[in-house]
Structures are given as structure tokens and as C-alpha cells.
């Protein structure tokens, strides 16, 4: 069993940058794939970034691409999402989520594909 907690949201105006972490307990961290969800008042929840166990592949959504860094660190157990230039289209509730995985160059990229999951952190872009 992993627990996933989230944190570094917060409120932030266009243009600026966040960093959001997420630190993992109870699993072996480096048998996770990881992933960056997101999801905004009355829309699906969208896999914005993942990871792979290594850290040598790693996936972004068209939406992010550019503007947004994946990046884990197994030694700490824990994977962050640099989110810069954000638009006031990036607020929602940022989840992140672990998949057991055999692979260690792999991603993941569907929700169904997590096992854990955290709480989740506001992050609110302002206009």
C-alpha cells in the first residue's frame, strides 16, 4: 500500500510558476510509474505528465508540453511537476498517482492504469 501526498499549490498569477511535490511512503517508490493528473470543476480528469520508474521516459500532454517538468527522485521518494507560464486553463485540483509496474522504461498515461492516488492540490491561476 502507497500513500501519496501532494503539495505546493496555491494561488498564482498568469505567467508565474509552481512547483508541486509529491512524497511517497509504505511501496517500493522505484517500482512506480508516476503521473500528474489534473482536474477542473465540471471537466474529466486529464493525465498532464507521468514518468517512468527510471526517469528516462517520461510523458506530457499537448496542453503542457513546453511549459511543464516532470521529474522524480527515488533516493526521497517523491516526484515533482515544475509548472511554469501558467494560464489561468492550468487551475484545477493536481493529483498525483502511482502504477505498479514491471517495466522500467514505460509510462502511463490513463487513469485506470493507477493504483494509489493522493488528495490533491488546489492551484489557482489568476487572470
Known amino acids: 500500500q502507497v500513500q501519496l501526498v501532494e503539495s505546493g499549490g496555491g494561488l498564482v498569477q498568469a505567467g508565474g510558476s509552481l512547483r508541486l511535490s509529491c512524497a511517497a511512503s509504505?511501496?517500493?517508490?522505484?517500482?512506480?510509474?508516476l503521473g500528474w493528473f489534473r482536474q477542473a470543476p465540471g471537466q474529466e480528469r486529464e493525465n498532464v505528465a507521468a514518468?517512468?520508474?527510471?526517469?528516462?521516459?517520461?510523458y506530457y500532454a499537448d496542453s503542457v508540453k513546453g511549459r511543464f517538468i516532470i521529474s522524480r527522485d527515488n533516493a526521497k521518494n517523491a516526484v515533482y511537476l515544475q509548472m511554469n507560464s501558467l494560464k489561468p486553463e492550468d487551475t484545477a485540483v493536481y493529483y498525483c498517482a502511482a502504477d505498479r509496474s514491471l517495466y522500467w522504461q514505460v509510462t502511463a498515461t490513463r487513469g485506470s492504469e493507477y493504483d494509489y492516488w493522493g488528495q490533491g492540490t488546489q492551484v489557482t491561476v489568476s487572470s
Open positions: 514518468i517512468s520508474r527510471s526517469g528516462g521516459t517520461t
Open positions: 509504505g511501496g517500493t517508490f522505484s517500482s512506480y510509474v
